[in-house]
T-cell receptor, first 113, second 116 residues
Framework: DQQVKQNSPSLSVQEGRISILNCDYT??????FLWYKKYPAEGPTFLIS?????DKNEDGRFTVFLNKSAKHLSLHIVPSQPGDSAVYFC????????????FGKGTRLSVIA | GAVVSQHPSWVICKSGTSVKIECRSL??????MFWYRQFPKQSLMLMAT?????????EQGVEKDKFLINHASLTLSTLTVTSAHPEDSSFYIC????????????FGNGTRLTVT
């Protein structure tokens, strides 16, 4: 069963506008959430994370929002740039320390100039 | 920042042969490394957890005799795909946590394996 879900396989956004990527999870034991960006034939690159004790974390153009009651998080990119075009993976982990990440299926973002 | 190096980046082998993939942490020590596999347009699926000095822990459905993992040192883990078959063709990625607590995993650049 898919514990981390990204229900939109693709998203297309105009340059300069906001990109909103969504992610839902089912396991209430997850307490740390991350977003990774990935290009074909490359490993994922860490973007931003959020702990379950927070509801928002911001880093430059990237903001992650967490709604624990809804088991939902989202990544906002504003303003979107053509270089942001990639596949974005939502990931979650259960506890601190050397525990693995559980990934969603990814959302392909295309930013159109 | 923390860097994970993976080699080779791509490999083509004949069915029945074995292939070894190396994963190195370049500027930190990793007692644990994770091996993932990604099929086209799918998620990254955890295959196994590599533990320095002890046996690897495999996820359900992953054959330990087929995917041999050796965590030889605090900076090196290897994954050997034995007797490879075309269905083993995939993108294999290793990762390591650079520290304790909730540190983001750092990933290698992956290995594209094609079995003919």
């Amino acid at each position: 069963d898919q514990q981390v879900k990204q229900n939109s396989p693709s998203l297309s956004v105009q340059e300069g506008r906001i990109s909103i990527l969504n992610c839902d999870y089912t396991n209430s034991m997850f307490d740390y959430f991350l977003w990774y960006k990935k290009y074909p034939a490359e490993g994922p690159t860490f973007l931003i994370s959020i702990s379950s004790i927070k509801d928002k974390n911001e880093d430059g153009r990237f903001t992650v929002f967490l709604n624990k009651s809804a088991k939902h998080l989202s990544l906002h990119i504003v303003p979107s740039q053509p270089g942001d075009s990639a596949v974005y993976f939502c990931a979650a982990k259960k506890k601190a320390g050397n525990t693995p990440l559980v990934f969603g299926k990814g959302t392909r973002l295309s930013v159109i100039a | 920042g923390a860097v994970v190096s993976q080699h080779p980046s791509w490999v083509i082998c004949k069915s029945g042969t074995s292939v070894k993939i190396e994963c190195r942490s370049l500027d930190f020590q990793a007692t644990t490394m994770f091996w993932y596999r990604q099929f086209p347009k799918q998620s990254l699926m955890l295959m196994a957890t590599s533990n320095e000095g002890s046996k690897a822990t495999y996820e359900q459905g992953v054959e330990k005799d087929k995917f041999l993992i050796n965590h030889a040192s605090l900076t090196l883990s290897t994954l050997t795909v034995t007797s490879a078959h075309p269905e083993d063709s995939s993108f294999y990625i290793c990762s390591a946590p650079p520290g304790q607590g909730h540190s983001p995993l750092h990933f290698g650049n992956g290995t594209r394996l094609t079995v003919t």
